[in-house]
């Protein structure tokens, strides 16, 4: 018996004969693991490096909600200058489409009542946010509950400069939500001043961002 790739189940699976590993036989799956990872590497980066963005996803606490906001098929990279965590959204063909980010990574610091608040941005190569989803809150749930769908809808379109921009804070939550709001705009204007991320905006003079 000898060991064999099993790139359906990605892992390793006992088999008669192997063409993969080459009949390479061994008591322990040791040897043949090694090259079964490098083959299964191979084949994740030749598949657009799902395995590698959905790595990132889950040390950076991204989620998976970005996918919404961007075309199908964009993966994400770490800008490696950027002194915290972004993370460039690029399309098949390699464009960069924007960026997603995590406010409470990003300066300044805004505090709701109880501490900073994790909201996830994205925002778009023409300077204008994707959308938000809040990945981490220390708030109180009964009054934080009260920042429905409709509040977070607000941001999306709308000029990371805030430039014209009203977004509408929650009766009931005002302390909390303003934080979300002032959070949003600040942590994109500074994603959007970084050296590597500011030549590739496209902004749009005519609409005021």
Sequence with gaps: MVWQCNFKSGGLQMAADSPIIGGMKSQTPSRAAIVC??????????????????GLNQQA??????HKWFAAGSAIQRLADAPFP????????????GWV??????PPVVNGKHGQIGVLVGLGNDGLI???LVVESHEDAAWFSRLKPGFYSQFSAKPASRQGVQVDTVTGATVSSRAVIDDVFLSSQTVMALPAVN??????PAKGH
Excluded: M, Y
């Design 37 to 54: 990872l490098i083959l299964l590497a191979c084949r994740s980066s030749a598949a657009g490096g799902g395995t590698a963005t959905n």
């Design 61 to 66: 606490g991204l989620g998976h909600e970005w």
């Design 86 to 97: 972004v993370f460039a959204v690029t399309a098949t063909n390699g464009q960069t489409k």
């Design 130 to 132: 994707k959308g938000v």
């Design 101 to 106: 980010f995590r406010t409470d990574q990003v």
């Design 199 to 204: 030549p590739l905006l496209r902004l749009s």
